[in-house]
């Protein structure tokens, strides 16, 4: 192996990656009779065990409904709940434990948005820009309330790696745009994108942000105070936590001036037959009884991440993108879609001749877990005038040996495919 | 063992690469464009019928290796048979790719029984059905089809997530 490849591999040392692995049970599955390479973690990572135990020690000991009765354990579980609250609002700074919503997931907490900012404050012939770089779940919701108000998507363009066109998203930018939704990070590609310049821009227009954080919370530190987006959006289930959990930030104001998206218990203050009362942020957009074990088990894995270090963690990650993408492109035949100077954890890639559904079978056969398709993601696909991707994104657990994993698997592709 | 190796078999990598009856037939009759859209496997089967029997069917697309391979050998196992015998065959394929028929008992599948393996993969059923449902299409005149919703042809799941 060639000289960076060994300097990586001795950074990888001083991280310890096999004192983390250890702390997930799944990683020592076998697929096919071959240990389990796990590289699928922008889909959905694992969780470890300190985390596990969280949701177990919360069901056997504290678990009540929340916000309700007087009695012990409704207090406990409470207490939990809005301690897990507070945890996810210093992980990502927030101002204000009221503006953290828990939510099922990103794509809940969009919705949310575009229900209870959207419908209420876009109107006809208003704009809405989105990017290229969007997840189908930053999409479609504004789609619904563009379509239902007779307002209009605006989409800013990406070059040929995969960064967006600045210059084309300021001159988007204008008093008829309501609201700007961006992905921190892209989940097709990896692009990180400069949110933070892009907000700024889109405040000097008096215009809110939306940022799609889904796959910047697990690799970046997020700060949402430094950002100084109006709204942050993100998933329990990519940061080693459970799935059915995810968290909407909100600018109070805001929050407080939105409609509510459910209607149900615990977002009321009084009810009547003739007119409801709705309670207090984040109440208001928590109607029902929430994931309450789920909630907390977040806040163990915020914990778990913070623990080990999200700057070390994303180094590592940084390590394991930068050595596979130095092999795949060593490899002829093969082509990285998403060359943007600044990426995240995930390595995009076609294979020549070889359809990526092919590809993901086939490397399932080494043990090796990939994504391919089109990633919820059809305008990137469409962009590069492909059908799909294999898509091979890292988590704080992955190793130098599973990059290598992938690398021999993909030799074997197209050793099939020859 | 999966059954993936066994999938991936010669006869099944060598229709892939050299497709039979490749291409867009110029008096077709019939056509239907068969789309998938989790994947974005898509293909075009058009045929020419006569006197009830396909006396020439072509397809076209852009698709995985498995969906390619089961419309190229579909197409040289349906030319010159009846509609009701394609029909049958039809029948026979998806019952197989989604387990329902065990191969060993009396089909008409011939050298297709390949693709038995795919019942063990379930993200890939649709890829080899694919074909056969746009094939079914185009006998009934309907211009497009997909795998999903109420045209989904066996109701299987397949993956669509983040």
Known sequence: ?418 | MSDSKQLYQEVILDHNRKPRNWGALAGATHRAEGHNPLCGDHLSVTLEMQDDAVNAINFQGESCAICKASASMMTTAVKGRSRRDAEELIREFRDMATGQLDVAQPNHLGRLTVFAGVRDLPTRVKCAILPWHTLHAAFNSIATTTTEAEEDPMHAPIGGSA
């Open chain 1, 1 to 418: 192996m060639n000289a960076p490849h060994t300097a990586l591999k001795q950074r990888e040392a001083g991280f310890d990656v096999e004192r983390y692995r250890a702390d997930f049970p799944i990683l020592r599955s076998r697929v096919n009779g071959k240990p389990l390479v796990f590289l699928d973690n922008a889909a959905s990572s694992q969780m470890p065990q300190p985390v596990l135990d969280r949701w177990i020690r919360y069901q056997t000991t504290q678990h009540a409904n929340i916000h309700r009765a007087v009695h012990h354990l409704s207090e406990v579980a409470t207490a939990e709940y809005e301690g897990a609250r507070r945890k996810i609002q210093a992980f990502i700074n927030a101002p204000e434990e009221r503006e953290v919503i828990f939510t099922s997931g990103t794509t809940d907490a969009i919705n949310l948005v575009a229900h209870g900012y959207g419908r209420k404050f876009i109107g006809p012939g208003d704009e809405i820009v989105l990017t290229t770089l969007e997840h189908h779940s930053n999409i479609v919701p504004w789609q619904m309330v563009a379509e239902e108000k007779g307002a209009r998507i605006r989409v800013v363009p990406i070059n040929d790696r995969g960064e967006l066109a600045i210059d084309e998203y300021e001159r988007l930018l204008g008093p008829r745009v309501k609201l700007v939704g961006l992905p921190h990070v892209s989940n097709a590609l990896g692009t990180i994108n400069p949110v933070r310049e892009m907000i700024a821009a889109a405040h000097r227009h008096g215009i809110p942000v939306l940022v799609d954080g889904a796959q910047a919370v697990p690799h970046l530190p997020v700060d949402v105070r430094a950002l100084d987006c109006d709204f942050y959006c993100f998933s329990g289930h990519k940061i080693y936590g459970p799935t059915g959990i995810g968290i909407l930030y909100g600018k109070a104001a805001l929050l407080e001036k939105m409609q509510p998206f459910k209607g149900g218990g615990d977002m009321i203050l009084s009810v009547t037959f003739e007119k409801t009362t709705y309670n207090v942020i984040p109440h208001k957009f928590e109607a029902g009884t929430p994931p309450i074990a789920a909630a907390v088990t977040l806040g163990a894995a915020v914990d778990y991440l913070s623990e080990v270090g999200i700057e070390r963690a994303a180094a590592h990650e940084t390590d394991l993108l930068d050595c596979a993408t130095e092999q795949v492109n060593r490899l002829p035949g093969v082509r990285i879609v998403g060359t943007a100077e600044h990426k995240a954890a995930v390595l995009s890639f076609i294979v020549d001749g070889v359809h990526p559904h092919d590809v993901g079978t086939l490397l399932n056969e080494e043990g090796v877990a990939i994504r391919t398709g089109h990633h919820c993601a059809q305008p990137v696909m469409k962009r590069y005038g492909i059908p799909a991707t294999s898509r091979a994104s890292f988590a704080l657990y992955n190793t130098m040996a599973e990059v290598d994993a992938l690398v021999a698997g993909i030799k074997k592709v197209q050793k099939v495919f020859r």
